[in-house]
């Protein structure tokens, strides 16, 4: 498969997922907020949506892609794009894959390498208590707050049930 047909496959599917699944009926009320009424964002609120880098969702294409128009970078979700994703699925009563969507959205500030390694340092056995600890230190300084807290449940839990790294 030669890579522009791969490339172009790839966006059609990122494309394809943003504007997929449809939301719960039923919505609760919602004052102000986006709601399953809103759903899917790409379709409804498409104007509403910006990458990380501020361009608009409705100025991405794959010819852009190609042309090198767009980095990856534009490619990638923001965290007010995941916010209003929370704010549907709580309108239809999701509250707990709302607050998995806002983690997400505050660990975006957080490089992907470093969360690949944080999310090895927080398999048992490790990572000591304390190491544990500095990386809630340092999530709190990405304002990943939630993480953060978190993490430093994980570390009081592993040491309750012997999962810290050994010396």
Known sequence: MDQELLMKQIVEQVMAAMN???????????????????????????????????????????????????????????????????????????????????????????PDERLLEIYNALRPYRSTKQELLDIAKELDGYKATVAANLVREAAEVYEKRDRLKKF
């Open 20 to 110: 997929a699944a449809s939301a719960p009926s039923a919505p609760k009320a919602c004052g102000g907020c986006v709601t399953a009424a809103n759903y899917p964002l790409a379709e409804n609120m498409a104007e509403s949506i910006k990458t990380p880098t501020g361009k608009p969702f409705t100025s991405l294409s794959y010819e852009k892609v190609i042309s090198g128009e767009l980095t990856p970078e534009d490619m990638r979700i923001a965290p007010e794009t995941l916010e209003m994703q929370a704010q549907v699925a709580e309108s239809v009563g999701r509250e707990a894959f709302a607050g998995n969507l806002r983690r997400a959205a505050e660990l975006i500030a957080v």
